[in-house]
């Protein structure tokens, strides 16, 4: 099983800034990575879908990047409503996918 | 609109049995492949089992295989998860969600329902 390690566990940044998540994965995924948003009492929500692509309706501050085991999410200028989980998921080596364990992103 | 609307989650001792529903509406539901995720309270997601357009392809994870089973009713546009043998470490809320492309298993999640909550406790 793709053990996916996500860093920092939190991250504390202000309205406006750059934030920029890790998710780094036991062995390649090549680009089977995607990264989904959940807010407290919410369902997750798909932001970005094989690596790099956005999902529909997703906010273009939001972009992905990487391959192979090392993937990062980058939210180019926090909105208030930015501040959430953030899982990421791998489908390379399926059944099962697998997700990481989170970085809570707060507000400074 | 996608709705996906998730019931049956209730208190069961360990080793009882329970089925979970999720009614689907806004979609084709017989063109798409459907999931079971779960999160423990306080925890992250955990991928639980899909099952195929046509219901032909079941996949489970090693810690429910053997116990649940997943099955829908494309006629009812309705998933179930049967869980049998529960343990104290089902106890999370299990969401349905839908695979984002038609005709094939993606496990990209594009849409979720809210969730049902199971408790596993004597």
């Known amino acids: 099983e793709i053990v996916l390690t996500q860093s920092p566990a939190t991250l504390s940044l202000s309205p406006g800034e750059r934030a920029t998540l890790s998710c780094r994965a036991s062995?390649?995924?090549?680009?089977?990575l995607a990264w989904y948003q959940q807010k407290p009492g919410q369902a997750p929500r798909l932001l970005i879908y094989d690596a790099s692509n956005r999902a529909t309706g997703i906010p273009a501050r939001f972009s992905g990047s990487g391959s192979g085991t090392d993937f990062t999410l980058t939210i180019s200028s926090l909105e208030p409503e930015d501040f959430a989980v953030y899982y990421c998921?791998?489908?390379?080596?399926?059944?099962?996918?697998?997700f990481g364990q989170g970085t809570k992103l707060e507000i400074k | 609109e996608v709705q996906l609307v998730e019931s049956g989650g209730v208190v069961v001792q360990p080793g009882g049995s329970l089925r979970l529903s999720c009614a689907a509406s806004g979609f084709t539901f017989d063109d798409y492949t459907m999931h079971w995720v779960r999160q423990a309270p306080g925890k992250g997601l955990e991928w639980v089992s899909l099952i195929s357009w046509d219901g032909g392809s079941t996949y489970y994870a090693d810690s429910v295989k053997g116990r649940f089973t997943i099955s829908r009713d494309n006629s009812k546009n309705s998933l179930y998860l049967q869980m049998n043998s529960l343990r104290t470490e089902d106890t999370a809320l299990y969401y349905c969600a839908k695979d984002s492309i038609v005709g094939a298993t993606t496990y990209y999640f594009d849409y979720w329902g809210q969730g049902t909550l199971v408790t596993v406790s004597s």
């Open positions: 062995q390649s995924v090549s680009s089977y």
């Open positions: 998921q791998q489908r390379s080596n399926w059944p099962p996918s697998t």
